[in-house]
């Protein structure tokens, strides 16, 4: 009987222990959570600001004051969708993002092209087909948006992220 109180002070230390060490992995799983939901919202942010500058330098590019013969305005166009770094930011969202979001923002970039690619071919920002291409980007890029924004657990918002634009009006960098 004498080794009865030295055996619960040992089961009070090792479930002490165990308590203290269980909370603390619990805590240190938040915090590994919390920095790795910062990393992706940085990586959202340079994905989505690469997308919308891309679209106005392209969109601007092929604006009528820019047009002087078609071959100038193709190398224009395609060259207004580098520096944005678009390639860039796509492979940051290849190694960090869950595929919930890699495919919407898969489908942003393809919009994208598409945009690019047909402006590039002649196609006008007032044309039927130009303006179906652009807004299925823009679509895409909500779609890109509410992914992201519900991985990081941002809640969702009921207000559109675009409204299109008429060939008149400049891109909304350049406002």
Not at 76 to 85: K, R
Not at 90 to 116: C, N, W, Y
Request: no cysteine; proline share 6%.
């Amino acid at each position: 009987m004498e080794w009865l109180a030295p055996l619960g002070a040992l089961l009070g230390v090792v479930v002490g222990i165990g308590g203290t060490g269980w909370t603390e992995r619990a805590r240190w799983k938040r915090s590994q959570q919390h920095e790795s939901s910062q990393v992706r919202r940085g990586i959202y942010v340079q994905f989505l600001a690469a997308s919308a500058h891309a679209h106005s330098a392209v969109w601007s590019a092929a604006r009528p004051e820019h047009r002087s013969d078609e071959a100038t305005r193709r190398v224009g166009i395609l060259e207004a969708f580098g520096p944005a770094e678009l390639y860039a930011r796509r492979f940051d969202l290849m190694l960090a993002a869950p595929s919930s979001v890699i495919e919407p923002a898969l489908l942003t970039f393809r919009r994208l092209r598409e945009v690019r690619d047909v402006l590039a071919n002649g196609g006008q920002v007032d044309d039927p087909e130009f303006k179906v291409i652009n807004q299925g980007y823009y679509e895409a890029f909500q779609d890109t948006v509410i992914a992201m924004r519900r991985d990081i657990g941002t809640p969702d918002i009921d207000v559109p992220l675009f409204t299109p634009r008429t060939n008149d009006q400049a891109p909304p960098t350049q406002r």
